[in-house]
């Protein structure tokens, strides 16, 4: 098979009926020399039902050499006009409190369309493009926020007992937080949510 097949035209195969030797198609990033050619596959799109919702494909924004990525779950109303990720007013306010300046960070979803529905399978398919980002970034420190996104992330379920602390993903350190919407709606967490974002100065 072609090596230099894109993620859409494997996963076409794939559901053709074609098999592969391993569990899923041997993608390097490498065969993505920059990010305006992976956020090119992603724009276009179209391997779940999401893409019919979707006003916009939702790439990353940012500093992709600043070294800290914030990773969230899905676009929300906003970034699915725009097509792309940006920090919502909530999570502005905590970063304020805590005294971050997001200069020089870049930020993305796990899923890269919106979604309007509670089913989280489209994430398993819009992981494969989140790990070839990763891998194109490779950021110093990595920020996720919600339970969702931990685990997918994470490959656990633990969240409560993770979240907070630092740990290695890959080539990166990597803390899971609280998604700061949840916190609005959960205000008694807040001091935990601010006290975890302070402790992003320590890793820049």
Excluded at 17 to 46: D, H, R, T, W, Y
Excluded at 123 to 129: A, E, P, T
Excluded at 155 to 174: A, I, P, T
Aim: overall charge positive; some cysteine; glycine content about 6%.
């Amino acid at each position: 098979m072609d090596k230099n097949c894109s993620i859409y035209e494997l996963e076409i195969l794939r559901a053709m009926g074609f098999k592969f030797l391993n569990q899923s198609p041997n993608i390097k990033s490498n065969e993505f020399n920059s990010l305006k050619m992976l956020n090119l596959q992603i724009k276009s799109c179209n391997l779940c039902q999401l893409c019919k919702s979707r006003n916009k494909a939702v790439v990353g924004s940012g500093d992709s050499g600043g070294g800290v990525v914030f990773v969230f779950e899905s676009p929300d109303i906003k970034s699915d006009k725009s097509g792309i990720c940006t920090p919502d007013a909530s999570l502005m306010r905590y970063l304020k409190m805590a005294d971050i300046d997001i200069d020089g960070f870049y930020f993305t979803y796990i899923l890269k369309c919106i979604n309007k529905t509670s089913e989280l399978k489209y994430m398993d398919i819009c992981l494969k493009f989140f790990e070839l980002e990763f891998e194109i970034l490779s950021p110093k420190f990595i920020v996720s926020f919600g339970e969702n996104c931990f685990k997918y992330l994470a490959k656990n379920s633990s969240f409560d007992s993770h979240r907070g602390g630092v740990y290695q993903l890959k080539n990166s350190l990597y803390m899971p937080t609280f998604d700061s919407n949840w916190v609005d709606k959960n205000p008694s967490k807040a001091d935990e949510f601010i006290s975890d974002l302070k402790k992003i100065k320590g890793y820049i």
